[in-house]
């Protein structure tokens, strides 16, 4: 006796169909890889005593690679003031920039990580073209690239991807908030990220700042309700193009003064001057994105 078989309904076919011809779409799923970065604190314009003269450095980049071969260094102090070859002094406790001076013209660099192959951290997308959710999330209409909808996907608690609409004018930054990005439409319009490794380290983003310690860059914008630096920093990566933001510890509570206006292409270096419990930070924008 045979069994009957039960004929799949036509809509079945077509799907199963649809799922083994692996269409490009879902194949183009990618991770970022890890990278390690190095990471070191400035501080402009400041001079301490100490320290052990470098004369085999010529150049801050010779100085800096050379701290970090030696594996007692904690830091450097450089002075560029006068004509070439720089001068490098190297310093081996992490106290060194505690007892120094405002003096223009020279800069201190304080080892944070050697980044040893231990310490790597990568934020993790995997990255679906011509893609898109079936419920869009929450427009940011104030975002039209992708490394900022990133960012701010990266920066918003229980964010965990973005949709992202790149033929439109201008382009659309759609964040998933807390919700599902299960059921996916295929369309031409859109691309998607889904959030994979969030990485502790990388989402304190402090790698992606460059601290300027008693320093101030003239024409920043006073933002008189954020007085904390998380919130000046969160503030300005939230920024289509901020890359600088000031904390003035002159008051109580401190003050942040943003970039409102213009990207790192405006930067004028003769902006940026001393001043006293004031500490600049620049961001690299594409840290935030690539770790």
């Not at 934020?123 to 999330?137: A, H, I």
């Not at 299960?182 to 319009?189: P, V």
Request: glycine share 4%; with cysteine; net charge neutral.
């Amino acid at each position: 006796m045979t069994k009957n078989i039960p004929q799949l309904p036509i809509i079945i076919i077509i799907v199963l169909f649809f799922i083994t011809t692996l269409p490009s779409f879902l194949v183009n799923a990618q991770l970022s890889p890890a990278v390690c970065r190095i990471s070191w604190i400035l501080t402009s314009n400041t001079y301490s005593t100490g320290g052990s003269l470098d004369s085999s450095s010529t150049t801050v980049d010779q100085c800096l690679n050379n701290c970090l071969v030696d594996q007692y260094c904690k830091g450097v102090q450089t002075r560029t003031t006068i004509s070439s070859p720089v001068q490098c002094v190297r310093f081996y406790t992490e106290q060194f920039g505690v007892n120094s001076a405002l003096l223009v013209g020279y800069d201190q660099y304080l080892l944070q990580s050697r980044c040893t192959n231990t310490t790597g951290c990568s934020v993790r997308w995997e990255f679906w073209t011509d893609t898109k959710s079936f419920t869009l999330g929450i427009r940011y209409q104030y975002i039209t690239d992708v490394p900022t909808c990133l960012v701010t996907c990266l920066l918003t608690a229980n964010c965990i991807g973005i949709d992202f609409k790149k033929f439109s004018t201008p382009n659309e930054c759609y964040l998933h908030v807390g919700d599902s990005m299960q059921k996916n439409l295929f369309t031409q319009e859109y691309d998607q990220y889904v959030l994979m490794d969030r990485c502790v380290n990388v989402n304190q983003y402090d790698r992606c700042w460059t601290e300027r310690r008693n320093s101030q860059y003239v024409g920043l914008q006073l933002q008189s309700t954020l007085t904390t630096l998380a919130s000046c920093k969160d503030y300005c990566a939230r920024l289509p193009s901020c890359v600088l933001i000031d904390m003035d510890y002159n008051s109580s509570p401190p003050t942040c003064w943003i970039q409102m206006v213009g990207g790192i292409n405006d930067i004028i270096s003769s902006n940026l001057i001393p001043a006293q419990n004031i500490i600049n930070y620049i961001l690299n924008r594409n840290c935030l994105t690539a770790c």
